[in-house]
């Protein structure tokens, strides 16, 4: 009788492990935030991705700037890409969006076991996707540093062919200035 009581309560705690494990805290606490938030961040990610790459191929690896730089480049080392960024960029995106998805997925799977390991092994999964997505992050401000400094650099020149141009028409008499006889 006593080994029937023993099995019950050994399997109530496999289903709600006891409320000062780790487990308990993991499951109250932890599992539902984490699965919502990380299954958010990979729609997010996923339509985002597309956008991202998109804009930036457009306002920065499109341009005569980062193209003439990329010529010059070339000089040194014969294997440069033009969209090589870029596609590392889209590529770690596409990992994140992953990786992002199967952090979630894996909250109602693995984080259903009852086991501290189990708990455990889904907060790691959390903690690598946030290091991923501030990997992420890093490198789209590279990108955009890099487009803004391209945006500076090109209102600079045409500033400076817009006072070129004022220069040299001021300098050019309009009409007949003769004195009217």
Not at 55 to 76: A, F, M, N, P, Q
Request: hydrophobic fraction near 50%; charge should be positive; charged fraction near 15%.
């Amino acid at each position: 009788m006593y080994n029937f009581f023993a099995a019950v309560v050994d399997a109530a705690n496999a289903v709600n492990p006891p409320p000062e494990t780790f487990q308990h805290f993991y499951a109250a606490s932890l599992r539902a935030s984490l699965f919502s938030g990380f299954l958010t961040l990979t729609g997010f990610l996923f339509t985002v991705k597309t956008f991202i790459v998109i804009h930036i191929k457009k306002e920065i690896y499109d341009t005569e700037g980062y193209l003439s730089r990329v010529t010059s480049r070339r000089l040194l080392n014969k294997n440069l890409s033009v969209y090589g960024p870029l596609q590392r960029l889209s590529s770690l995106l596409f990992w994140s969006v992953v990786v992002s998805l199967v952090t979630a997925t894996s909250q109602l799977t693995i984080g259903l076991w009852p086991e501290w390991w189990a708990a455990a092994l889904c907060i790691c999964f959390a903690v690598a996707t946030i290091v991923l997505l501030l990997t992420d992050l890093v490198i789209i401000r590279r990108n955009l540093t890099e487009w803004f400094r391209f945006l500076e650099d090109s209102a600079k020149k045409k500033q400076d062919a817009a006072l070129a141009q004022s220069a040299t028409t001021a300098s050019v008499p309009i009409g007949d200035e003769r004195p009217a006889s």
